[in-house]
């Protein structure tokens, strides 16, 4: 029977008891895990069977035949084909249960944790208008010749859209200028990055005000994207880093210097890491305005210049990798510097968690996992994880003990002027 139900096109009744990493809802029939779209805990659902696997189904939502208590109207005419919000439809108070649990059970499933020390999620004060830059699609085949917009969730096809909620309205302002006029769209590249408050196609370098702070960023470099949360985030980086212990601030994929420049101190050496010179270009330049001058920048793969680095004693090492997280050589190589505390910040918690379990391994301690909801109503969350040096001591004068848990080389001789 079991088989029969489960096939390709059958539809069958589930009711929806959590949801998992990445957006999906999960519900059982007769044993058999099965993951829904656009639903919520608490939905009893009609679904149709898209593909079957060993120990689990993917399924379609077909209709809603008893909401969810924590269900709302996603009030978005993209709503289910635009591939950007998966959380559209969850009142935004249970989102930020969602996403707790979720960092919560990675680090547990993942990183083998057990009762990991994860702090109450800090939400964003806004659930819309917090994007300051957006990164749309240019596709040719549109009712107006190139269409502009995002993929749809199928990842592979563009869905042409007047404006997002989430962005802040000059961009929208800027979309829409665009997309009337038709010389514009033809001269756009397939993909193309829009700041707030600044024309289509702008390539030098943007300037955002962080709190007290003003740094200049390159056009097509990586920045956070909440308006609203960079600065909170930055401080939690910050007041991670030991204020006291002696030795340099290793800032590991720093891009335009965002965490040196809240975590560095005028006394303090700063080592800045990263792949992309006109980031390490920035980050010079924002660190000298601050009047931090000791500043040595490498570029290069981080397993690649931590392989060849000997920078005496590090105080803290700031960790902000892409989305895939850190090689295990990489990690390898961070924990023989023997950095007193490391600040890992992510917006992946399965690879962070990964990453964090190999640091473990490597004698250091898991002192507390801080998600942020930078992406509210999207299927995405930041994390800082702090860890200690195992024996080393605190401020308290204890010393810390590991807790038990159940690229391209460099391409430009190492130093960046």
């Known amino acids: 029977m079991q088989e029969h139900r489960f096939m390709a096109g059958n ?66 005419p993209y709503y289910g084909v635009c591939g950007g919000c998966h959380y559209r439809h969850i009142t935004g108070g249970h989102e930020l249960e969602i996403k707790e649990k979720q960092v919560r059970d990675a680090f547990e499933r993942i990183g083998r944790i057990f009762s990991p020390p994860v702090r109450t999620i800090i939400s964003s004060p806004r659930l819309s208008g917090y994007r300051q830059k957006a990164d749309f699609h240019v596709r040719d085949g549109g009712p107006n010749g190139r269409a502009v917009g995002f993929m749809r969730t199928d990842g592979t096809t563009l869905v042409e859209i007047d404006r997002c909620d989430l962005l802040d309205e000059s961009i929208n302002a800027e979309l829409a200028a665009v997309r009337a006029n038709p010389a514009c769209r033809d001269g756009m590249p397939e993909r193309m990055a829009v700041w707030s408050n600044l024309p289509c196609g702008a390539t030098e370098d943007i300037t955002r005000r962080v709190g007290d702070l003003v740094m200049e960023v390159p056009a097509r470099g990586f920045f956070q994207a909440n308006a609203f949360l960079v600065e909170t985030l930055a401080k939690q980086v910050a007041g991670a880093c030991p204020e006291s212990s002696e030795g340099a601030l290793l800032d590991c994929c720093c891009g335009s210097g965002l965490f040196s420049l809240f975590a560095a101190r005028k006394d303090r050496p700063v080592i800045g890491i990263d792949i992309d010179e006109e980031a390490l270009r920035c980050a010079r330049e924002n660190l000298a305005r601050l009047g931090v001058e000791n500043v040595t920048l490498h570029r290069g793969t981080l397993e690649a210049v931590l392989g060849r680095l000997d920078p005496g004693p590090v105080a803290a090492a700031v960790v902000d990798p892409p989305r895939a997280g850190i090689t295990k050589r990489a990690a390898d190589r961070l924990a023989s510097l023997e950095p007193a505390t490391v600040v890992y910040v992510s917006c992946n918690p399965s690879t962070q968690a990964r990453d964090v379990r190999r640091l473990i391994d490597l004698g250091y301690e898991l002192v507390e996992v801080q998600p942020l909801d930078m992406f509210p109503r999207t299927k995405h969350v930041e994390t800082v994880a702090v860890l200690a040096r195992a024996g080393v001591r605190s401020e308290d004068g204890g010393t810390t003990e590991p807790r038990d848990g159940t690229g391209d080389e460099d391409q430009s001789g190492g130093i960046v002027s």
Do not use: Q
Request: proline share 6%; aromatic share 8%.
């Open 11 to 76: 539809r069958i009744m589930v009711e929806i008891s959590d949801v998992a990493f990445g957006g999906k809802g999960v519900g059982r029939s007769e044993g058999m895990v099965v993951f829904v779209p656009w639903t919520v805990d608490g939905d009893v659902v009609e679904v149709e069977i898209d593909r079957v696997h060993r120990n689990y189904a993917e399924a379609e939502l077909v209709k809603i035949i008893t909401p969810s208590p924590f269900r709302v109207d996603p009030s978005c």
